[in-house]
C-alpha cells in the first residue's frame, strides 16, 4: 500500500496477502464480532492518547463543515471591502485578492474535503469488498479474471486517471468522488480475498456449509461479517488519499466550480506567493490537519480492531 | 529470470485498457469530438460532415476504436489543437525536465530516509526515533504542493536563499560548470520538497525492517566474533535491509511523479506539470491522454527497472 501510514503493510503491495498475513481477527475472533464486541474494542484502541485526540479534532471538522454557514462569518465567495487584508481582528485569516474572508473559506471548504474523502472511501470500500468476496469465494475463472482486473487498476497511475476523467467529464463534486472511489479499490480487494481464503477453511464455515447452506447465506453471515474489520481499516487509509487527491485535482484547477475547497484557495493563493502568505497557509494547515486527524484516527481503529491488544487488556 | 520475461507480458493488457479508457473517454464526455475541432463557429452542415468521415467518425464505435488502438500502438498519439504539433513531441519535450527533478527527488528520498532509518532503528525509543515516526506520520498527511509553496515563500521569496521560478537564470547564461550548478540550484528546493513523502515511507520502512534485521541470529553471530559495530550494522544488517527498500522505490515511481506534477506548477519547473496545468486551462485533450499513457508506460517501466535490480540484490530471486 504506498503511502501507507501503517508499518505492516509499509512494504507494499507486493507482499503476497496470503491468509496468514492478513489480519489475524478472522483466526482468533471468528464468530464473535457483534455490537458489543466492535463497542468494547473500539474503547480499548482508542486508548491511545493521540488516536483520541484525532477522532475528537475529526468530529470537530464534521460539526465545522456541517454548521458551516452557521460558524463562517462570511459566505464563502462573498466579496468585502478590503482585499489582501493580513491576518488581524476582522479577518482573522485575512483576505484573498478579491477580498473574501479567508477563514469563512477554509470552513465551507470542508464540506467538499470531508464529503470526498469519506464517500470516495465508502465507494472504494465497497467496491473493494465486493470483487474481494467474490473472487475469493468463488474461486476459479471469475478469481482469475478480477484480480487480474485488480492489477490492471493497481499499477495504473491514478492521480493522472483521476485528473483525466474529471477534465473531461466534469469536475462536479460527485465525479470527483466516483472517480476517486472507483480507483482506489484493489488493495481491499486483496485484502478482502486473503481474509475469505482464509476463513473458508475454518470450521464454521465447514459446519454451516455441511449443515447444508446455501453459499450466498455463507459468504453474507458467516465469513463477510468476519473480514469486514480489516476491510474498515483499510478504507480508513483511502480516507486521507481521497482528501489529498481531490485536493490535488482542484489545485491544477480541476474541482467543482461552484463550490469552496482548499485546494481551489491554494490554486487562487499560487499567484499571490509573494504578497500574500496567509492565503496559502490556512488552507493547506487545514488539508494537513484534516488528513494528520484521518490518518491518526484510522491507526487507532486499527488498534481497536486487533485482537492482539484486545487479549493484552 | 524467465518469470521477469513473463512480466513484461503485462504491459500489453497495460496498454490497451489505458487506450481504450481513453478511447471511451473521448466517447463519454459531453459534446461531439467534431465540435473541439469546429469550436463555437457556426459551421456549415456540409463541412462537418466532411470533416466526420475525414476522421472516421461515421464509422462504427468498434471499427473506431480498432483504428484509434492502431494509431496509438504505431506511437501516434493524436494531436494538440492548442500547440498545432503531434501530442509526443509535446509530451516528450517536456519529459526531461520531470525526469530530472523526480530522480532527484527519488535518489534523495532514498539516500537520507535509508540513513534515518538506520539511525533511529539503533537507538529504538531514543529522540531520533521518536523524530523519525513522528516525521513519517506527518509526511503521510500534508499536500507536497502546500510546502512547496510554504518553502517558497520563506526560503526563496523572504530569505532569497533559492531562486524563485523555472529551471534556468532568465537574466544570465552561464557556460561549462556553471551552467550545471544553476540548474542545481534551481532544482534544489522543488527536488527537496518533492522528495519528502518518499523520504518519509522510506525511513520507516528502513527502520522496520532494521530492527527486524538486527534481532536475526546472524547479527548476534557477527557480534559474537568480534567484528566492529559499524561493520555489523552496515554490511550485514543495512545490505539485508535494503532489499524491502528497494522493492517500494518502483512502487513508488508514480505517486512521485504525480507529486512532481503539483511541485512543477508551484516552482515553474518546466515539466509535464505544467503541461498539465496549460492543457486543462485550455481544454486540449489530447495532451492529457498522451500524458495519461507515457506516463502509465513510464510507471511500469520503472517498475520492471526496481525487479531487475530486486533479482540483481537477492541471489534467492535469481533463480
Request: net charge positive; proline share 5%.
Amino acid at each position: 500500500m504506498p503511502w501507507s501510514t501503517r508499518e505492516s503493510d509499509a512494504d507494499g503491495p507486493r507482499v503476497p496477502q496470503g491468509p496468514s498475513s492478513g489480519s489475524p481477527q478472522g483466526r482468533l475472533q471468528a464468530a464473535q464480532t457483534g455490537p458489543l464486541q466492535w463497542a468494547r474494542s473500539w474503547s480499548l484502541g482508542f486508548r491511545n492518547p493521540s488516536a483520541r485526540t484525532a477522532a475528537l479534532v475529526l468530529l470537530l471538522l464534521i460539526v465545522v463543515a456541517g454548521f458551516a454557514h452557521r460558524i463562517a462569518p462570511w459566505g464563502p465567495f462573498q466579496m468585502t471591502a478590503d482585499s489582501f487584508a493580513p491576518p488581524g481582528r476582522i479577518h482573522l485569516f485575512g483576505t484573498d485578492d478579491l477580498g473574501r474572508d479567508v477563514l469563512s473559506g477554509v470552513v465551507h471548504g470542508a464540506r467538499v474535503s470531508l464529503l470526498v474523502g469519506f464517500l470516495a472511501a465508502a465507494t472504494s470500500t465497497t467496491v473493494g469488498i465486493c470483487v474481494g468476496s467474490l473472487a475469493g469465494f468463488y474461486g476459479g475463472w471469475l478469481d482469475a479474471f478480477l484480480m487480474r482486473t485488480t492489477d490492471f487498476f493497481q499499477v495504473l497511475p491514478r492521480f493522472f486517471v483521476a485528473l483525466l476523467v474529471a477534465a473531461m467529464l466534469g469536475a462536479e463534486m460527485w465525479n470527483v468522488i466516483l472517480v476517486i472511489g472507483f480507483l482506489g479499490w484493489p488493495q481491499v480487494a486483496r485484502l478482502i480475498r486473503g481474509e475469505i481464503l482464509s476463513l473458508n477453511q475454518r470450521e464454521f464455515v465447514q459446519a454451516s456449509r455441511a449443515v447444508g447452506g446455501v453459499n450466498a447465506r455463507i459468504l453474507l453471515r458467516h465469513i463477510l461479517p468476519n473480514a469486514l474489520p480489516s476491510a474498515v481499516v483499510a478504507g480508513s487509509l483511502d480516507v486521507g488519499q481521497a482528501i489529498l487527491l481531490e485536493a490535488g485535482l482542484s489545485f491544477l484547477g480541476i474541482g467543482d466550480p461552484n463550490l469552496a475547497s482548499w485546494g481551489k484557495m491554494l490554486n487562487n493563493a499560487q499567484r499571490f506567493l509573494r504578497t500574500a502568505w496567509w492565503m496559502s497557509l490556512f488552507p493547506g494547515l487545514a488539508i494537513f490537519v484534516t488528513v494528520l486527524a484521518v490518518n491518526l484516527a484510522g491507526d487507532g481503529l486499527n488498534d481497536a480492531l486487533d485482537p492482539r491488544l484486545r487479549r493484552r487488556a | 529470470m524467465r518469470s521477469l520475461a513473463l512480466r513484461w507480458l503485462q504491459l500489453i493488457p497495460l496498454l490497451l485498457g489505458v487506450i481504450v479508457i481513453n478511447f471511451v473517454l473521448v466517447h463519454a464526455a459531453p459534446g461531439d469530438p467534431i465540435s473541439f475541432l469546429v469550436g463555437d463557429f457556426p459551421a456549415p452542415e456540409e463541412y462537418v460532415q466532411q470533416l466526420r468521415v475525414k476522421f472516421g467518425l461515421d464509422q462504427p464505435l468498434a471499427v473506431q476504436l480498432g483504428r484509434y488502438l492502431h494509431h496509438a500502438l504505431r506511437g501516434d498519439l493524436g494531436f494538440s489543437f492548442a500547440q498545432r504539433r503531434p501530442v509526443l513531441t509535446v509530451v516528450f519535450e517536456r519529459a526531461t525536465a520531470t525526469l530530472i527533478l523526480s530522480l532527484s527527488a527519488l535518489c534523495f528520498g532514498t539516500i537520507l530516509g535509508v540513513a534515518l532509518g538506520v539511525v533511529a532503528s539503533l537507538r529504538r525509543g531514543g529522540l531520533l526515533d521518536t523524530i523519525t515516526i513522528m516525521l513519517a506520520t506527518a509526511g503521510f498527511s500534508f499536500p507536497l504542493f502546500w510546502v512547496g509553496q510554504l518553502a517558497l515563500i520563506f526560503l526563496s521569496l523572504k530569505l532569497g536563499l533559492f531562486p524563485i521560478e523555472g529551471m534556468q537564470s532568465v537574466r544570465e547564461s552561464y557556460s561549462g560548470a556553471a551552467y550545471y550548478l544553476d540548474i542545481l540550484h534551481h532544482l534544489a528546493l522543488p527536488a527537496f520538497v518533492l522528495s519528502l513523502q518518499f523520504l518519509a515511507i522510506t525511513a520507516r520502512l528502513t527502520r522496520t525492517s532494521m530492527l527486524h534485521t538486527l534481532a536475526q541470529e546472524y547479527i548476534t553471530a557477527a557480534r559474537a566474533k568480534g567484528l566492529p559495530e559499524a561493520a555489523v550494522v552496515l554490511k550485514h544488517a543495512l545490505r539485508n535491509s535494503l532489499i524491502s527498500v528497494l522493492t517500494i522505490v518502483g512502487q513508488n515511481f508514480g505517486y512521485v511523479l504525480a507529486g512532481s506534477v503539483l511541485i512543477e506548477t508551484v516552482f515553474g519547473w518546466p515539466g509535464i506539470g505544467r503541461l498539465l496545468f496549460d492543457s486543462v486551462r485550455m481544454r486540449d485533450y489530447p495532451v492529457l491522454m498522451g500524458v495519461f499513457v507515457v506516463v502509465s508506460v513510464t510507471v511500469f517501466l520503472a517498475n520492471m527497472v526496481t525487479d531487475l535490480c530486486y533479482a540483481l540484490v537477492d541471489p534467492r530471486i535469481r533463480r
